[in-house]
């Protein structure tokens, strides 16, 4: 599943790329048709993520979109479109370039290929949305009590929707929790946007174990773990990728970008004790039993 830096990167490319300028809406495969109907032939303001939902704001309606495990957006189009590519999952995305352009100088988009929920299109391409977990059109308030839900984002140090600093937000609800720090970063009520990959790597780097309870860990090591999971929310969002694992960091550490994310029965690069995984919550969690031991 995306993790919240992709939502990040689709809202920056989806603002940059029609905000501000008519667009169409539409719903080749039907299931958003209504939804597409309100939003067709406006003017997006802006897009904003929030975790590991986006909210596309058209006067006072909000569309919301939850990728989930299946969803990802294509853009074609221009250069600019085409350069994009695919934001998503990978196996859903298809990317390319445009067509001609029809009397009003707007891109001919090419024909819909497979369920697409949703194609905008605006005056240099084209994006479709495939296999979102949730695509609809809400009021700006219904908008506000989703945000209200969710916990802090640490892509998001403003806040919004919350008038908490984020990070205390953060403190006070893992504080709540009778779950391991483990099962909490994945609560989206609890940290919003952090996801399997990043859940293992900053409790790796961290040495924080996962099995620790999240209301037991004392505050300045919350503080550490909260300034980590931004600094590498950060690099995903400028990289279009999760690197945790730099090169020269880890001994022979090669060309992964990992250090213990799906690599369960090799040795740890820090003390050589052999990575495990275990099923928690019914996500796998990565993590290595010889350095990640205090909470
Ligand atoms: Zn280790």
């Known amino acids: 599943m995306p993790e919240g830096h992709t939502l990040h990167r689709l809202a920056e490319v989806i603002s940059r790329l029609f905000a501000g300028r008519s667009w169409q809406v539409s719903s080749p495969q039907g299931r958003f048709a209504e939804g597409a109907a309100m939003l067709t032939e406006r003017v997006p303001e802006r897009a904003q993520a929030h975790g590991k939902q986006l909210f596309v704001h058209v006067d006072d309606a909000v569309w919301q979109i939850h990728l ?4 990802a957006f294509s853009f074609r189009g221009d250069e600019q479109f085409a350069g994009v590519g695919a934001v998503g999952a990978p196996r859903a995305a298809r990317a390319g370039g445009g067509g001609e352009r029809d009397d009003e100088g707007w891109i001919v988009p090419e024909a819909p290929q497979g369920a697409v929920r949703a194609r905008v299109r605006g005056r240099d391409g084209w994006a479709d949305l495939r296999g979102p977990a949730v695509c609809r059109v809400v009021t ?16 998001r140090q403003a806040g919004l929707g919350v008038e908490e600093a984020p990070f205390e937000l953060f403190l006070r609800r893992l504080a709540r929790r009778r779950v391991s720090i483990g099962a909490a970063l994945m609560d989206q009520a609890v940290i919003a946007g952090v996801g399997n990959i990043y859940r293992a790597e900053s409790l790796f780097l961290e040495r924080m174990s996962p099995h620790a309870g999240a209301a037991e860990i004392p505050e300045q090591r919350v503080r550490d773990l909260w300034t980590r999971l931004t600094r590498q929310m950060r690099d995903g969002v400028a990289e279009g990728a999760i690197r945790t694992l730099r090169p020269g960091a880890g ?14 029965g090799t040795a740890c690069l820090r003390c050589a004790a052999r990575i495990r995984a275990e099923e928690l ?8 039993p010889g350095c990640q031991v205090v909470p």
């Open 281 to 288: 919550q019914g996500r796998r969690l990565y993590w290595c």
């Open 140 to 155: 700006y308030d219904e908008h506000l009590s989703v945000l209200e839900r969710l916990g802090p984002d640490p892509l």
């Open 251 to 264: 001994a022979a550490a090669g060309p992964r970008p990992h250090w213990v994310y799906k690599h369960e």
């Open 68 to 71: 989930g495990l299946y969803g």
